[in-house]
């Protein structure tokens, strides 16, 4: 399943880090080192600090990156703790950090993690197994209200409330247990017309996977500590797969380089009330027809740039 696994806009990701050979740069998202790989060998005097709460991964990677250089550390956290845990090794500053928000196919591949509604499985969907918080239990204990919320806000449902008072009625006969039962529900809770155009499961299976690992959230505060944290031409490179953590990251970067509203239009303003940062691109990069062809989970990736300035 590993070999399987690709990682996605990876020559615009690694070309947009802008790396030096001494470059400190962190990955806030290991995975099975896709990325990562690129980068160690790129920075020979540099150092690669990478983050991931799944075991599995950091094994593989560390194999992998072993073959490469010894000048990475792996750091099994989640990227919310990022000044933190980069406090604690005495990393105040760095050149590049990149997001890659996807989840990895290995994850999605192995079907007892819960993630895919095609395949059999446990409803769990946690990307660190340490997590308490499972997708069983937001299925079987959350309210109809918390339901149609989080499917309307994290999935952007239509039939939101539909699927949330299906789920009720069915929980209340027995406990909902797997990926497939969850999905037959679903489909009950739709009309057949919706059903021909897509599949009804994707959108719920991601809102209750961002609910369980409280995704976005953690998304807006882990960029609140990476862009302090960039030296003066530095970049953070984020790489998106839906609407929702798009719209965090593009709304984010945009009022970071905005100048205030009450100055903005005087002429010679001084250096100090200048953006501290600036945009590399101002359109997201998208993957092309090529790779999309190569690698169907690529169509929804948007990449984002923004750089430290002053």
Not at 23 to 29: A, F, K, L, R
Not at 32 to 55: P, T
Not at 68 to 89: M, P, Y
Not at 210 to 236: C, S, T, Y
Request: aromatic content about 6%.
């Amino acid at each position: 399943m590993i070999e399987k696994h690709k990682s996605v806009l990876l020559e615009e990701s690694i070309k947009a880090l802008n790396l030096k050979d001494e470059s400190i740069i962190v990955d806030c998202t290991l995975g099975y080192g896709g990325h990562s790989e690129h980068i160690l060998a790129r920075i020979k005097k540099g150092f690669l600090f990478a983050f991931d709460q799944d075991s599995e991964a950091i094994r593989h990677s560390a194999n992998r990156l072993e073959k490469i250089g010894t000048n990475f550390t792996i750091i099994k956290s989640n990227f919310v703790n990022l000044q933190q845990e980069l406090s604690k090794r005495k990393i105040e500053k760095v050149d590049g950090i990149l997001f890659d928000l996807g989840v990895s196919s290995p994850q999605l591949d192995e079907k007892e993690r819960g993630f895919s509604y095609h395949e059999e499985a446990k409803l769990d969907m946690r990307m660190d197994k340490d997590n308490p918080l499972t997708a069983k239990e937001v299925v079987n204990t959350y309210s109809k209200e918390q339901l149609t919320n989080i499917f309307e806000k994290y999935g952007e449902a239509k039939f939101a409330k539909n699927i949330a008072k299906k789920i009720i009625e069915n929980r209340e006969k027995k406990e909902i247990e797997t990926t497939l039962e969850l999905v037959e529900i679903i489909k009950s809770a739709v009309p057949m017309k919706f059903r021909k155009e897509k599949h009804p499961a994707k959108q719920i299976f991601q809102a209750i996977r961002i609910e369980v690992n409280n995704e976005l959230e953690v998304l807006q505060k882990a960029l609140e500590q990476a862009l302090p944290m960039l030296k003066v031409g530095g970049r953070v490179v984020v790489i998106t797969f839906h609407s929702l953590e798009d719209r965090i990251v593009k709304r984010y970067f945009k009022k970071q380089c905005e100048i205030d509203s009450k100055i903005k239009g005087i002429p010679n303003i001084p250096q100090e009330y200048l953006p501290n940062y600036k945009l590399v691109t101002n359109k997201a990069i998208i993957p092309t027809e090529e790779e999309i062809k190569q690698n169907n989970r690529a169509r929804s990736a948007k990449l984002r740039i923004i750089e430290r300035i002053k």
